[in-house]
């Protein structure tokens, strides 16, 4: 058995947790929350302080890839994905908590799609458009997540890949979900529902607060899976994934 304390976050005046899926959790709506019955320490205090998840029983490897291939994976895509965590659980949640339409589009935003006016430069504008991606979007955090999670996988893909390129799919349907929130709210984009937005009700602004606010939680936890997955059975020589 596999028991795993995390800590929370306040988000307009509530308290939701990021969990694995493998730990001791009980569900409480569209979030999980760790059953323990001492009070869950503040956001702050779990980044600073670094509560350490408690693992019981033995974890078995799961890759299946060389050691060395697994190694200059690792080195190619962590850095995407540490940035891409704290970009969460920081730049992201702060957006979110303040209802900051304009910045959850651009964190949430895939770069431009290439010009005529690339065709001059030496890269074709590739560096130009890269640094246009959001903080968290699929450009610049999943499409890293779902190549790190293919090398754990070689000639067939692994339980490990197909379950951590899982969770990456629901964290594109989170990023995918904020960025049309916030493109509603912006008055960019209109609800869904029926024919041509005729005899639909717009939404209030703090509906869509609350619907990004579930969003975002949703994606704290396939983060933290995603995590929670890619750890187990790491090299020891391998940083391991922090949680949010």
């Not at 697994?70 to 949640?93: A, N």
Request: charged share 25%; aromatic share 8%.
């Amino acid at each position: 058995m596999k028991i795993v304390i995390l800590g929370s976050i306040t988000l307009l005046g509530f308290s939701k947790a990021f969990a694995p899926l493998y730990c001791a959790t009980k569900v409480t709506g569209n979030a999980r929350v760790p059953a323990a019955k001492n009070p869950i320490p503040s956001r702050r205090k779990f980044v600073a302080g670094g509560i350490i998840g408690i693992i019981v029983g033995q974890v078995k490897p799961a890759h299946s890839r060389g050691r060395a291939t697994l190694e200059q994976s690792y080195d190619r895509y962590s850095p995407r994905l540490l940035d891409g965590g704290k970009f969460y659980s920081k730049d992201l949640r702060k957006a979110i908590d303040k209802s900051d339409w304009a910045s959850i589009k651009a964190a949430t935003q895939e770069p431009p799609g290439k010009s005529s006016k690339d065709r001059t430069k030496a890269d074709g504008g590739v560096s130009e458009r890269a640094a246009l991606a959001g903080g968290f979007s699929n450009a610049r955090v999943l499409t890293a997540a779902d190549l790190w999670a293919s090398s754990f996988s070689d000639n067939s893909l692994t339980t490990k890949t197909k379950q951590m390129k899982a969770q990456v799919e629901e964290l594109r349907e989170v990023v995918n979900g904020m960025s049309s929130i916030a493109k509603i709210a912006l008055g960019e984009e209109k609800s869904g529902g029926a024919f041509m937005g005729l005899g639909t009700k717009s939404k209030s602004k703090a509906e869509l607060a609350k619907e990004v606010r579930e969003l975002y939680v949703k994606g704290g936890n396939a983060w933290n899976q995603f995590a929670f997955l890619s750890n187990e059975g790491l090299p020891v020589q391998l940083k391991k994934l922090p949680y949010l």
